[in-house]
């Protein structure tokens, strides 16, 4: 969550790019060109803003958001149940996964939640057995989805 700080150090071309980049980036070689040209921008200015905001934190990062079914794969939601002093270095472990899309943590005695995506949901187990003989952590909960509901996440700045 933004700082009111954070927010008043954004100006009027900060909030057109974010608004334009969280959802339907464009797909085509030179795509801070494109959002450029939209915005009445310079390409190198978008790319100086855009570096500066996620140094920032603002911008976590620009990637692509896939439903794994459709790809061929599962995903599951997961929670550990961690001791304080060991949040640190499960997160570090889980992290190292590949699959794990993220994870975050929430006042819980499961403290630790994390997404996985697999090519099926036995590797999701094993890797869900090797974390747990890695860190020590036995109680980590598999939540698979019985029905998926997307929503789409776009903030108006």
């Known amino acids: 969550m933004q700082s009111e700080s954070q927010k008043s150090a954004l100006d009027d071309a900060?909030?057109?790019?974010?608004?334009?980049?969280?959802?339907?980036?464009?797909?085509?070689?030179?795509?801070?060109?494109?959002?450029?040209?939209?915005?009445?921008?310079?390409?190198?200015?978008?790319?100086?803003?855009?570096?500066?905001?996620?140094?920032?934190?603002?911008?976590?990062?620009?990637?692509?958001?896939?439903?794994?079914?459709?790809m061929g794969y599962v995903s599951t939601l997961c929670a550990a149940r961690v001791p304080a002093g060991q949040v640190t270095r499960f997160a570090q472990t889980v992290n190292r996964f590949p699959g794990v899309t993220h994870n975050y943590l929430r006042e819980n005695h499961f403290n630790v939640w994390f997404t996985f995506i697999s090519p099926s949901m036995g590797e999701i187990r094993e890797n869900l057995h090797a974390i747990a003989a890695e860190t020590g952590v036995r109680e980590i909960l598999n939540l698979p989805a019985t029905r998926v509901f997307k929503i789409k996440a776009q903030f108006a700045l």
């Not at 030179?30 to 390409?43: D, K, S, V, W």
């Open 14 to 70: 900060d909030r057109s790019i974010l608004n334009r980049i969280q959802s339907d980036f464009p797909l085509c070689p030179f795509p801070f060109r494109q959002i450029a040209a939209e915005l009445g921008l310079e390409e190198d200015m978008v790319l100086e803003r855009v570096r500066r905001l996620k140094s920032q934190g603002i911008i976590r990062r620009i990637g692509g958001n896939f439903v794994p079914e459709k």
